[in-house]
């Protein structure tokens, strides 16, 4: 059971962090307040509280909403220096 909740926290934490890169990337490109250095903290909080709710289920812990939210806020700011790089 143990390893079953390790790798739905792994695929939480590569999840959040994929798709909040190419959210950055492709939809707020052109959205002058993604360069605000808060804006990946407040993304990765919000995602964290979106999360919790799920930690209600038996496998999922409040530990992987922690972690899901952790890897949207890198995620968040992965895509922000990549749309300062040019490679968006």
């Known amino acids: 059971m143990g390893l079953i909740?390790?790798?739905i926290t792994?695929?939480?934490a590569v999840g959040?962090?994929?798709v909040a890169k190419n959210f950055v990337r492709r939809r707020l490109r052109f959205v002058d307040g993604?360069?605000?250095p808060v804006?990946?903290?407040a993304a990765g909080l919000?995602?964290?509280v979106v999360a919790l709710p799920a930690a209600l289920l038996p496998i999922v812990t409040m530990g992987t909403a922690a972690i899901f939210g952790i890897g949207a806020g890198v995620g968040t700011?992965?895509?922000v220096k990549?749309?300062?790089r040019g490679d968006g």
Do not use: D, H
Request: net charge positive; aromatic share 8%; hydrophobic share 65%.
């Open 82 to 84: 990549a749309l300062r």
């Open 16 to 18: 959040g962090f994929v």
């Open 10 to 12: 792994i695929a939480a």
């Open 39 to 41: 804006f990946p903290i």
């Open 5 to 7: 909740a390790l790798s």
């Open 34 to 36: 993604v360069n605000n």
């Open 77 to 79: 700011a992965s895509g």
């Open 46 to 48: 919000l995602a964290a």
